[in-house]
């Protein structure tokens, strides 16, 4: 059995290709339909899937909670699924710029977590604007973006890495101003694309700039194109290490071939993703519109297994998951099988 994923073989994931061309369960010789009504579809570990290219370990994670709580969940989870957890993953809140610090009722726990699991993952979510849920208008982000741009705000993200590398997380997965194609968040890179990537910058060179850090940081956006092709963000090389998408099952009735084939989806990112010598991640993937859906866990498996991915993390709340949410039945039934089964931590 094995054991958890260690930072050499993420490292090793680091220098795999981006893939060879993914088939969808429906094409893949000899593939079964997935379902939590399978012959041994409960076991963790147990593993049908038909012919495709061959899968690697991928590190795990799942989102349980922002604070004190995610840490204090992980080990139920891992005796649920049979396998360990490789990555902590928390949030940051928005609403104001001691959020963004990092708070310590936040940032305690998990640096306690880091320093007792040096060899794993912690992914941080880290907004780069305050208000971050507020709904501000377009002129608003506009003003804020070129603010941040021009330095005014590069000392709070200098204070948050400072308070990571002194709690012993200097090489933390720094997430800041994810799905910022989106309309959702005051971080969002719509209102002034040039801003938004010369902030980003400041960002990284600000957090870089605390003795010791070995952050790195990863660009992840929704999924295919929502306000704003996500490319018209990308903020440069030099300040990217990892390609990220959020990827939850919707809209409703769309299959995975669509999420792949969809512009900028997981076939353009993943080509995105090996131009630039970057590998992938999936921070946030779940359930959503097309409800309780085992096949699309079945795919995210595969997918994830046969391309270069840094790490994945399931959002672990309803309606998106399958140990913290009960209408999921047969979505869990299936992620335990497929990504059970390592073995006990």
């Known amino acids: 059995m094995l054991g958890a994923v260690s930072l050499t073989t993420v490292a090793a994931l680091l220098v795999l290709g981006a893939g060879a061309p993914f088939r969808t ?17 409960d076991q963790p570990g147990a593993d049908r899937r038909g012919a495709g290219p061959p899968a690697h370990a991928t590190p795990l994670g799942a989102f349980l909670g922002s604070g004190a709580e995610g840490v204090e969940r992980m080990e139920a989870f891992e005796r649920w699924l049979g396998s360990p957890v490789d990555v902590g993953r928390t949030y940051l809140p928005g609403d104001g710029w001691e959020g963004i610090e990092g708070p310590p009722g936040i940032l305690d726990p998990w640096t306690a977590w880091k320093r007792a699991h040096p060899e794993k993952l912690l992914v941080i979510n880290v907004p780069m604007l305050p208000g971050n849920e507020d709904g501000a208008a377009d002129g608003t982000v506009a003003a804020m973006l070129a603010e941040g741009a021009g330095g005014a705000y590069d000392r709070h993200f200098r204070e948050l890495a400072g308070r990571l590398t002194r709690g012993g997380a200097n090489d933390a997965v720094i997430i800041p101003g994810w799905e910022m194609n989106g309309g959702t968040y005051t971080s969002r890179c719509a209102p002034d694309p040039t801003a938004w990537r010369a902030y980003w910058r400041r960002v990284v060179a600000a957090m870089r700039s605390a003795p ?26 030099d300040v990217v290490d990892i390609i990220g998408s959020d990827n939850y099952d919707q809209p ?34 779940g359930m959503f519109r097309n409800s309780d859906n085992p096949t699309f866990v079945s795919e995210m498996h595969h997918w994830m297994t046969t391309h270069s991915v840094a790490y994945q993390s399931i959002t672990d709340y309803c309606p998106h998951g399958v140990w913290g949410c009960a209408q999921n039945p047969r979505s869990s039934a299936e992620y335990r099988r497929l990504f059970g089964g390592r073995g006990a931590p």
């Open 25 to 41: 369960s429906a094409q893949r010789a000899g593939a079964d339909q997935p379902g939590a009504d399978q012959p041994g579809a």
């Open 212 to 237: 010791g850090a070995r952050f790195r940081f990863d660009f992840t956006a929704n999924r295919g194109r929502d306000t704003i092709p996500w490319p018209d963000c990308y903020p440069g090389d």
């Open 252 to 285: 409703e009735g769309a299959d995975f071939g669509q999420f792949i084939s969809e512009p900028y989806g997981l076939d353009y990112q993943a080509e995105f993703a090996k131009k630039h010598k970057k590998p992938l991640s999936f921070p946030e993937w």
